[in-house]
């Protein structure tokens, strides 16, 4: 059974910092490129970060770069978003993905800033 759980979120002030953590399991995570989506309220699902299955290459949204970085940690299979300088437009639920022939999301986590 195919599972990705996110957890970290929460409410934080602005100019703070959160780290959001996906365990996954029920499939090869070493295969998969591993992402982080948000979605704010009345707006579309968008690309945050990504890294890839091999060599850890990233990339970010410019809305982030400089202030979020993307990791994964393949012996715990566990991708992880540092979030720093965070401002209210972060707020948003957090969503991990999972992606190479199959795509998979898990549930979501809030991320609220605000002071």
């Known amino acids: 059974q195919v599972q990705l759980v996110e957890s970290g979120g929460g409410l934080v002030q602005p100019g703070g910092s959160l780290r959001l953590s996906c365990a996954a399991s029920?499939?090869?995570?070493?295969?998969?490129?591993m992402s982080w989506y948000r979605q704010a309220p009345g707006r579309e699902r968008e690309l945050v970060a990504a890294?890839?299955?091999?060599?850890?290459?990233?990339n970010y949204a410019d809305s982030v770069k400089g202030r979020f970085t993307i990791s994964r940690d393949n012996a715990k299979n566990t991708v992880y978003l540092q979030m720093n300088s965070l401002k209210p437009e972060d707020t948003a639920v957090y969503y991990c993905?999972?992606?190479?022939?199959?795509?998979?999301w898990g549930q979501g986590t809030q991320v609220t800033v605000s002071s």
């Open positions: 029920g499939f090869t995570f070493t295969n998969y490129v």
């Open positions: 890294i890839t299955s091999v060599g850890g290459i990233t």
């Open positions: 993905k999972a992606m190479r022939v199959r795509i998979y």
